[in-house]
């Protein structure tokens, strides 16, 4: 019979759980002092106060969001060089959107811009990946209020800095999504197509 020590269960199950795993378990057990049994339960503790304080942040951060959407909008770089416009912010300041004049191609009905979108809390791309902000090389069909994304690049920080991946499509399988009466989707088709005209 395989002796396992201190432990009863082991004794009991001694046919069928290895030597090894008994005298471990039960080296485990012995060796956890008082001292140790109170510095774990302190770090969980910790752990535990880190964790509503965190919680209590992100709670505060996001009334004052609400409150005032355009004080979180007034902390972003509005990037006036890439001639990037403020155009909206949600109404709980759960995102902001920048449109720009520069690259913006017409040919026919069809309008190519490109946006920016920024997040006050990370959001994850189709790839699981965490990022803050990000660009959008769109097409509207001005005449048949539809829009479609050829690319999207993400950028791990606000502003369109960090670390960036880029997300291209197949033009020629790219499908085309109706506007959406209401949306910022509509609002940014306006923009666009208003933008065109004359080009």
Known sequence: MIKCGMMNICRKFAMWVPA???VMHAGILAAQTPEQAKMWEAERAQTLADQKAKAEQ??????????DPMGWVRTLDPMSAGGWTF???GAE???AT??????????GHIVTVWLRQEFPEPQKNP???FYSSDVERLQYDCTKEQARALIVIYYSGNNLAGSQQTEE?????LPWEPIVPGTQSELMFHWAC???QGR
């Open 20 to 22: 090894a795993a008994c």
């Open 58 to 67: 992100l709670a505060a951060q996001r009334a004052a969001r609400k409150a």
């Open 87 to 89: 155009r909206a912010v």
């Open 93 to 95: 300041g759960t995102w």
């Open 98 to 107: 920048f449109s720009t004049e520069h690259q913006l191609k017409r040919s």
């Open 127 to 129: 790839d699981g990946d």
């Open 169 to 173: 499509a197949d033009i020629k399988q």
């Open 194 to 196: 208003g933008a065109a």
